[in-house]
C-alpha cells in the first residue's frame, strides 16, 4: 500500500531535492498516509541509503547536507499534523533536549521534540551543539523532569557521558532523569553511562518520557 509514494519519499532524500520532498510530503497528507508513517517508512529510509552510500565513499558531505536539507522541507511539512493529532492537553512534564557539544545533527532530536510536544510534554528545545552544562542549567531553571541528549557520531557519545556528569555535580538527580538516544546509542551504553533510559526512535522517546515521570 502506498508503495509508489513512499518511494517518491525516498528518492527526494536520496537526489537532495527539498520541493520534491516537500511536494511527497505534501502528497502523503492529502491521501491520509499517517505522517509519522510517512517519516519512518519514506524518508528515513531515504537518509539511511544516502547514510551508507556516504560510508562507502560513493557520495560526498555536500550530498549529505542536501539530503539533510530535503529532510527538514519534508518534516515541516508534515510537523503541523503529527502536533494536531496529539490530543493530550494537560502537561505531563518539563523536557530539555538538545543535541550535544560538537554534534549539529538536528533532525531526529527534532522528531523527537515534536512527538515529546504532541504527546503533552513541555519541551526545551537548546537545539545543536549544545554545551554540557547547559542542559544541567536549563533543568534547574525550568524545574525540568527529564533531559533528553541526542548524539549520532561515535565521538560525540562521550558528551552524552558528560552530561549524566554534570547533572549529577549540580545535584539534580535522582530527581531529574536522564534519557540518551542517536544511531550510535544502544541500552548497553546508556546503561553504562549511568543514563535512566535509551529510546531506538522518537515513539520510543515518547513512551520512556511517558514511563519515567510516571515513576
Ligand atoms: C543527514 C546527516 C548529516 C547532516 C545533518 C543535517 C541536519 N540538519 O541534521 C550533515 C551533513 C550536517 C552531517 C554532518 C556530518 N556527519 Co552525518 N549523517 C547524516 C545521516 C545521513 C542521517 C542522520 C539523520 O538525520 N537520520 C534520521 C533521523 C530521524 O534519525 P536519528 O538521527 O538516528 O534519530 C532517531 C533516533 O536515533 C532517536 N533519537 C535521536 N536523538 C535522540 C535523543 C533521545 C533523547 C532519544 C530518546 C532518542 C533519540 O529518535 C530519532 C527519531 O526517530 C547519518 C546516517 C544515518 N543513517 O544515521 C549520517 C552520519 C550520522 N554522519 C556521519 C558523519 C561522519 C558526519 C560528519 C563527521 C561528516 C564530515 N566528514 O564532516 C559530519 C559531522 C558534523 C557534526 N559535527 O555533527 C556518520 C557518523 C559515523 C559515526 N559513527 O560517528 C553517519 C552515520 C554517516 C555514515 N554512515 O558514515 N550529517
Same mark, same amino acid.
Given at each position: 500500500? +502506498? ?10 532524500i536520496?537526489?537532495g531535492?527539498?520541493? @520534491? ?7 502523503? !497528507?492529502?491521501?491520509?498516509?499517517? $505522517? ?5 517508512? @519514506?524518508?528515513?529510509? @531515504?537518509l539511511?541509503?544516502i %547514510? ?11 550530498d549529505l547536507v542536501m539530503a539533510g536539507e530535503a529532510m527538514k522541507a ?5 510537523? $503541523? ?16 533536549? %538538545? ?5 549539529i545533527h538536528e533532525i @531526529? ?5 515534536? !512527538? ?14 549544545? $554545551? ?37 555535580? +549540580? ?40 514511563? !519515567?515521570?510516571?515513576?
Open positions: 500500500m +502506498h508503495e509508489e509514494q513512499f518511494n517518491a519519499m525516498r528518492q527526494s536520496v537526489e531535492a527539498p520541493d @520534491g520532498a516537500r511536494e511527497a510530503a505534501s502528497q502523503a !497528507l492529502a491521501l491520509g498516509i499517517d $505522517p509519522l508513517d510517512a517519516i519512518n517508512q @519514506g524518508f528515513v529510509p @531515504g539511511n541509503r %547514510g551508507e552510500q556516504f560510508n562507502r565513499g560513493e557520495v560526498f558531505l555536500p519534508a518534516v515541516a511539512v508534515l510537523e $503541523p499534523e503529527m502536533q494536531k493529532r496529539g490530543t493530550q492537553r494537560q502537561v505531563l512534564g518539563k523536557v530539555v533536549l %538538545g543535541t550535544v557539544k560538537g554534534d @531526529g532530536k527534532s522528531l523527537v521534540s515534536t !512527538l515529546l510536544t504532541a504527546s503533552g510534554f513541555q519541551v526545551f528545545d537548546l537545539g545543536v551543539n549544545v $554545551p554540557i552544562d547547559s542542559f544541567a542549567e536549563k533543568a534547574r531553571e525550568v524545574q525540568a523532569d527529564l533531559v533528553g541528549v541526542s548524539a549520532l557520531l561515535t565521538t560525540t557519545m562521550q558528551g552524552q557521558r558528560s552530561v549524566v556528569e554534570a547533572l549529577d555535580r +549540580h545535584g539534580l538527580r535522582p530527581r531529574v532523569k536522564i534519557i540518551v538516544g542517536g544511531a550510535p546509542v544502544s541500552r548497553d551504553w546508556a546503561e553504562k553511562i549511568g543514563a535512566d533510559g535509551y529510546g531506538q526512535d522518537a515513539m520510543a522517546a515518547v513512551a520512556l518520557a511517558k514511563s !519515567l515521570v510516571q515513576k
